[in-house]
């Protein structure tokens, strides 16, 4: 469950944040995990809430928007969307698939309180 790595390492950039711009609660936690980042998104969202209580992310509201696989096709030259790693080409059936989107696990946006 690599999942409570990555929330651990959100926690970190999260209290590192705090620490250099001045705020002491998070309000909201905004979210991308693209749908080839080969992370189980109610996993993730599972180990933040677990890791919250006594932190900066306790109380705060966390979406994760999940960007959907994109491929660019070696076979047939197109831009396709993909669920997974190792799909065949839509268009042309090909496996010769350079995923191009859908692959990023990164922090988009917090909003913060300095009460």
Known sequence: M????L???VLQLVE???????????????????QL????????????ESLAPG?????AEIQIEEPPGQAWCMGCGQTVAIAQRGDACPACGGYQLQPTGG???RVIDMQVSDD
């Open 37 to 48: 980042a080969g992370v189980d998104v109610r996993a993730l969202r599972f180990a933040l």
């Open 55 to 59: 932190t900066v992310l306790e109380g």
């Open 16 to 34: 590192d944040t705090a620490v250099r711009e001045g705020f002491s609660r998070l309000l909201s936690l905004r979210l991308e995990a693209g």
């Open 2 to 5: 690599h999942e409570a790595s």
């Open 7 to 9: 929330a651990g390492g």
């Open 103 to 105: 692959m990023e696990l």
